[in-house]
């Protein structure tokens, strides 16, 4: 016992010399045009930039070095170094403007969506060029890649469709007809499935992409503003703007598998959702709270929620160290 105590103490003497590795999660802050750097082990702040106006949806590279954060009320883009916690560069994507869907294709490209332009673009982040192309559809605002990266599903909100980008070619290959008002857009693990959130009623369609057609329509509370997989690929999640709650299902199954209370209030503004790589926490922007709840979703309660800056909102997580200012400390 002995021993052990005093091993005790030699590690809590000793940890602190050597760095946390531990997850970071960004938060575009769109109430105040600023980036959060969250340290998630202690759920403290270590960075907090400036941004374009009305940051929202958030990438990471492919090497977890860079964050990608879209300007919705403008023309650009921003590029973060994430260890660093700095800006290396803004890039201008007009006459696109209102970007909102983000990811990255590769190491250095970029796939953005413009709602107020109602097109898409793929930009290099080296030289910050770009190529873009129209829909044709209204309200084209979430994205989704194919895991493999040949393809990209725009949802367009105001035309109830689906479009479809030929990444390769750069050239679009249709529109998927789902009706409604679709705008969350989650891709299944294995590729072969697209599932689309209704914001005109509580539900998600699920298309099979080999025939393009909705083979399943789910119901979810009110309303599926977003939708998430888990990196396992069993679970699809859908948070639910006007209930303040969390849909679960088993996408194998396409069957509903659980749901979980949040705030339970549309006042929560509840919004992006983004799951740990073991695939048992989600974390879910409460936007009109300033907050972000860090959710269990084997026990299905809210473990804790991490203050952000005004109108947190677009999410990501990246594996790295975030070190505390010296005025948190």
């Not at 883009?77 to 970007?99: C, E, S, T, Y």
């Not at 009109?288 to 026990?299: F, H, I, P, S």
Request: aromatic fraction near 6%.
């Amino acid at each position: 016992m002995k021993r052990r105590t005093l091993a005790f103490w030699a590690y809590c003497i000793l940890a602190p010399a050597f760095p946390a590795f531990a997850d970071i999660m960004i938060v575009g802050n769109k109430g105040e045009d600023t980036v959060s750097f969250i340290a998630l082990d202690s759920g403290r702040e270590c960075a907090r930039l400036p941004t374009g106006k009305a940051p929202h949806e958030i990438s990471i590279s492919p090497d977890g070095r860079t964050a990608a954060v879209v300007a919705y009320g403008s023309t650009s883009i921003d590029l973060f170094d994430v260890r660093k916690q700095r800006l290396l560069r803004r890039m201008d994507l007009a006459p696109n403007a209102g970007p909102h869907g983000i990811a990255w294709i590769s190491a250095n490209r970029i796939a953005i969506t413009f709602d107020r332009t109602n097109s898409f673009a793929v930009a290099d982040r080296r030289d910050g060029s770009f190529v873009s192309l129209p829909t044709g559809q209204r309200g084209s605002h979430m994205l989704a890649v194919s895991p493999d990266r040949s393809r990209a599903y725009v949802t367009n909100i105001l035309s109830g469709t689906v479009s479809v980008i030929d990444l390769k070619r750069m050239a679009k290959v249709g529109n998927i007809a789902t009706g409604g008002n679709p705008e969350a857009i989650a891709v299944s693990r294995n590729g072969k499935e697209l599932w689309v959130g209704d914001n005109s009623g509580p539900r998600v369609h699920v298309i099979d992409l080999a025939s393009g057609s909705v083979v399943a329509t789910l119901p979810t509370d009110p309303v599926a503003i977003r939708l998430a997989m888990t990196p396992d690929g069993r679970t699809a999640i859908a948070s639910n703007f006007q209930s303040g709650t969390l849909t679960l299902f088993d996408a194998g199954k396409r069957a509903l598998a659980r749901k979980i209370a949040l705030s339970g209030s549309a006042r929560a503004m509840q919004v992006t959702i983004v799951v740990s790589r073991n695939s048992r926490t989600a974390y879910v922007a409460e936007t009109g709270r300033d907050q972000v709840a860090e959710v269990d979703l084997r026990a299905g309660t809210v473990l804790r929620r991490i203050p952000t800056g005004k109108g947190g909102d677009g999410l990501a997580l990246v594996k790295g160290n975030c070190s505390l200012p010296n005025k948190a400390q």
